[in-house]
């Protein structure tokens, strides 16, 4: 299985700060891989798909980029609607696995 | 619009039974592969398994498999997951997901919350 791994866990930020959010696949992967965002109580919501692609909808404040084995998330503009919790996934298997989250805080 | 609705979580003994079920809305869902993701409380997303859109195609993650199956019924745009012989490490919301190939997981249905506790 190819297992993913986000970093970091947690971050603290404030409105208007520039956030990035890394995440590796221990296999290439190519760009099969998802970012979705989760506020607590909710299913999560795809922001951006084949690494770079942003959903219809998606604030273009949030943008991703990476290809094989490393992938990055970011905010160039934090809003309060974006402290959330953050997950990578690949799906280049049909396994679709998910990075660990990462949880982005009210500095 | 597309809608996924979850039902069937509950509270369930070790050992026990309990079958999930989603129902579709708004996209023709035989078109569509499907999945079951779960999540325990405050803790990460963990994939359990997936259907493809005619059922040829059934993956599980190994921390279900041989416990867990799933299906679908195209004609009732309905997707299952049978759960038996539940453990306390089974308690999660689970939720549904439609897949597409290039997008990944683009639609969600709201969970139904499985509790494993004697």
């Known amino acids: 299985d190819i297992q993913m791994t986000q970093s970091p866990s947690t971050l603290s930020a404030s409105v208007g700060d520039r956030v990035t959010i890394t995440c590796r696949a221990s296999h290439s992967i190519s760009t099969w891989l998802a970012w979705y965002q989760q506020k607590p109580g909710k299913a999560p919501k795809l922001l951006i798909y084949k690494a770079s692609t942003l959903e219809n909808g998606v604030p273009s404040r949030f943008s991703g980029s990476g290809s094989g084995t490393e992938f990055t998330l970011t905010i160039s503009s934090l809003q309060p609607d974006d402290f959330a919790t953050y997950f990578c996934q690949q799906y280049n298997t049909y396994s679709a696995t998910f990075g660990q989250g990462t949880k982005v805080e009210i500095k | 619009e597309v809608q996924l609705v979850e039902s069937g979580g509950g509270l369930v003994q070790p050992g026990g039974s309990l079958r999930l079920s989603c129902v579709a809305s708004?996209?023709?869902?035989?078109?569509?592969?499907m999945n079951w993701v779960r999540q325990a409380p405050g803790k990460g997303l963990e994939w359990i398994s997936y259907?493809?859109?005619?059922?040829?195609?059934?993956y599980y993650a190994d921390s279900v498999k041989g416990r867990f199956t799933i299906s679908r019924d195209n004609a009732k745009n309905s997707l299952f997951l049978q759960m038996n012989s539940l453990r306390a490490e089974d308690t999660a919301v689970y939720y549904c997901?439609?897949?597409?190939?290039?997008?990944?997981?683009?639609?969600w249905g709201q969970g139904t919350l499985v509790t494993v506790s004697s």
């Open positions: 259907i493809s859109s005619s059922s040829s195609a059934i």
């Open positions: 708004g996209f023709t869902f035989s078109s569509y592969s």
């Open positions: 997901a439609r897949a597409d190939y290039e997008i990944g997981f683009d639609y």
